[in-house]
């Protein structure tokens, strides 16, 4: 395994519930990364941290939200999610945000929006 | 903006036979190029990578890819493809002269081998 996990594996959750996915790795690195992988689109990049500092966030719904309390550990706090917010949600972490590294991605969870 | 395309959404090929993914990209400044693999219900495994040097760049699993700036493509390939080789293939890029950003992926290429 890649050193990246994920819990859960698989959610269900109503519209009106609040869930929250949890990413940690101990891999030492400085970087964290939420995407969405949907059906035959691409991998959408989410969030962006480094050191503990959001960086980047591409234009997504208030709905999502990232926290990141230290650099092991990455949150999506989810709240009022709709049915296409149905997807793969992916972590990853690089050794930081250089653009050279390669990033080490957790199995993701599976999460159903009814 | 970098982006990535993927022009094959599926790609068919008999086991022992020479296996091409095709990818394409976009960046404003100098490009570093991925490419990642995925098996069902599995998060995405890294599998090599072109940062400078060598156009040819070897990785994983018997994989290599082949860096052509002046096409702007950097295509996966493997000699010998393997039944166990299928699964989804990403092609990602990153500007090398932008700090700070994420990598940027194409939609995916689903491999099949046939035995």
């Known amino acids: 395994e890649t050193g990246v996990t994920q819990t859960p594996r698989h959610l269900v959750m109503g519209m009106t519930n609040k869930k929250s996915l949890k990413c940690e790795q101990h891999l030492g690195h400085n970087a964290m990364y939420w995407y969405k992988q949907s059906a035959k689109k691409p991998l959408e990049l989410m969030f962006v941290?480094?050191?503990?500092?959001?960086?980047e966030n591409n234009s997504v719904p208030s709905r999502f939200s990232p926290e990141c309390p230290n650099s092991s550990h990455l949150f999506l706090h989810l709240h009022t999610l709709q049915p296409e917010d149905s997807a793969l949600y992916l972590c990853?972490?690089?050794?930081?945000?250089?653009?050279?590294?390669?990033?080490?991605f957790g199995q993701g969870t599976r999460l159903t929006v009814v | 903006a970098q982006s990535v395309a993927q022009p094959e959404d599926q790609v068919n090929v008999a086991e022992g036979n020479p296996l091409t993914v095709k990818c394409t990209y976009s960046?404003?400044?100098?490009?570093?190029l991925f490419w990642y693999v995925q098996y069902p219900n599995r998060g995405l495994q890294f599998l090599l990578k072109?940062?400078?040097?060598?156009?040819l760049v070897k990785g994983s699993y018997g994989f290599e890819a082949e860096f052509n700036k002046s096409q702007t493509s950097f295509h996966l390939k493997k000699p010998s493809a393997l039944v166990s080789d299928s699964a989804l293939y990403f092609c990602?890029?990153?500007?090398?002269?932008?700090?700070?950003?994420?990598?940027?992926f194409g939609k995916g290429t689903t491999l099949s081998v046939s035995s």
């Open positions: 990602a890029v990153r500007d090398r002269d932008q700090a700070g950003t994420a990598l940027i």
């Open positions: 990853a972490s690089s050794p930081d945000a250089g653009p050279g590294t390669e990033a080490f």
């Open positions: 072109y940062i400078t040097g060598d156009n």
């Open positions: 941290y480094s050191l503990e500092e959001r960086v």
């Open positions: 960046v404003s400044g100098n490009p570093y």
